[in-house]
């Protein structure tokens, strides 16, 4: 069942129960007014038949005659009945008695008052004391006008109810078509996607909030998956970029060797080249493993941290002609000892520098060691174009690249491997940046 049907046979049933809890609570509640209007009407009648039959004798003739008038008016002879103490009857014209039980006088000499109703009439007795004696007067009216009315309002009730529920029919299938349009524009705007224009976000005019979030919601998982499929791409265009380059060396060797008889000089120089293309082969393979995950465990040694970090920067000197600053503030040499792996950690410490390196020009770098909270913080501090704070939240992610750093040559790994590299060693990066420089801060 889709759901506007299922939206209009709820709303449906919802009211229909409310509207039935409804109509039984006022037909019922009228019942009840409309006999206590009636017992109210026969109490008024019992007591102007008494004051008739029994008040004779004491009224005036002008009077009496008053109450008589008053009495045909109001309620026929053959409904009244006067019975005396030993339950006979006294006086009135009603025709038949079977339905008076003797119970029933007797509770209304002892409540001064009684009701009763058969499915016929509606009776009521007082208790009447007289010069003549103690008597029940007891006055009785049809049901045919009380049911009439009744059955007339149980019809304008059903009646009601069931115009009420084709209404709400028609109204929630009309909200629901209107409330369900929205879900059928994405429907049609997914329907259209394919490989190419997957990524194309969906857009929706005059909807409301939770569809709103939906969209929004679904924008932004098509924009992650899509970043995900560049990610993939960049990585295998770096995979077969890095490993592209040890492979042709070694193939260039190898046919550059064999194309004519070598001394055993050449040979062993050849294989010592060959091993180091294949170490390097091996380094590339290490660090692919390291950026897809696939490897999260390495051998852990005591190191100098400042010893490392030396090493990076007397590359850097040779390669870059880096201009680098070291400021070491640390007076307890203990802290610069940490479990680590040194190839590892060279290779992050290599990126963080080289980044800051390029990324100023060339400016000058500074490296400070310094204690806080009996731990070691590295700080890397450059001058150089900083990270914008919208790209600040995906600079540790594989292959992103911040919008101000296009012009500079780069793949977007150097970061994301450090960060990886560090996690594993559990050592916490924090990076601040300003509009001009950034700090590379590392808790150890």
């Known amino acids: 069942m889709k759901l506007k049907h299922r939206l209009s046979l709820y709303a449906v049933v919802i009211f229909g129960v409310i509207m039935l809890i409804f109509s039984v609570v006022i037909y019922f509640s009228y019942y009840a007014q409309m006999e206590r209007k009636e017992r109210q009407s026969l109490e008024s009648k019992s007591l102007l038949a008494a004051i008739y039959y029994l008040e004779q004798d004491e009224l005036s003739l002008p009077e009496h005659t008053t109450i008589k008038n008053q009495l045909h008016r109001t309620i026929s002879r053959r409904n009244i009945a006067i019975i005396d103490s030993a339950n006979r009857v006294f006086n009135g014209d009603m025709p038949t008695l079977e339905q008076i039980s003797p119970d029933f006088l007797t509770e209304v000499r002892r409540a001064e008052n009684g009701f009763f109703k058969t499915d016929v009439f509606f009776y009521y007795g007082i208790f009447y004391r007289d010069n003549q ?8 009216e049809p049901k045919d006008a009380f049911n009439a009315q009744m059955l007339s309002l149980f019809h304008i009730l059903i009646a009601v109810f069931l115009s009420s529920v084709a209404f709400i029919f028609l109204f929630s299938r009309y909200l629901s078509h209107i409330a369900y349009q929205p879900i059928m524009k994405i429907i049609d705007q997914i329907r259209e996607r394919d490989s190419k224009n ?22 932004h998982f098509v924009k992650r998956i899509a970043e995900t499929f560049h990610v993939q791409k960049n990585f295998i265009d770096y995979v077969s970029h890095e490993l592209r380059t040890p492979i042709t060396a070694l193939l260039g060797t190898l046919e550059v060797t064999q194309s004519k008889t070598r001394s055993a000089e050449e040979y062993k120089s050849t294989i010592t080249q060959l091993e180091q293309y294949t170490l390097d082969l091996q380094d590339t393979l290490e660090q692919m493993m390291l950026l897809s995950g696939a490897k999260t465990s390495f051998e852990l040694k005591p190191i100098r941290v400042d010893e490392v970090m030396w090493q990076v920067i007397e590359n850097m000197v040779l390669y870059h002609e880096a201009r680098i600053e070291v400021d070491i503030q640390v007076k307890n040499s203990d802290l610069l000892t940490v479990e680590a792996n040194d190839k590892l950690l060279e290779l992050a410490f290599g990126n963080i520098l080289e980044n800051a ?27 150089g174009i900083g990270i914008p704070e919208n790209d600040m939240q995906y600079i540790r992610q594989n292959f992103y690249r911040a919008n101000n750093a296009r012009k500079y040559q780069g793949k977007g790994i150097g970061l994301s491997m450090a960060n990886i590299i560090f996690s594993l060693h559990r050592i916490e990066m924090h990076i601040l940046s300003i509009e001009k420089g950034t700090t590379v801060q590392l808790y150890f």
Do not use: C, H
Request: cysteine-free; proline content about 2%; hydrophobic content about 40%.
């Open 357 to 383: 390196i390029k990324y100023s020009d060339n400016q000058v770098v500074r490296v400070l060691f310094r204690e806080q909270n009996g731990k070691l913080v590295m700080a890397i501090i450059d001058q």
């Open 133 to 140: 004696g103690d008597f029940v007067v007891i006055t009785r």
């Open 198 to 219: 997957f990524n194309k976000p969906l857009s929706l005019t005059k909807t409301y909030a939770e569809i709103e979030d939906l969209v929004n919601t679904y924008n």
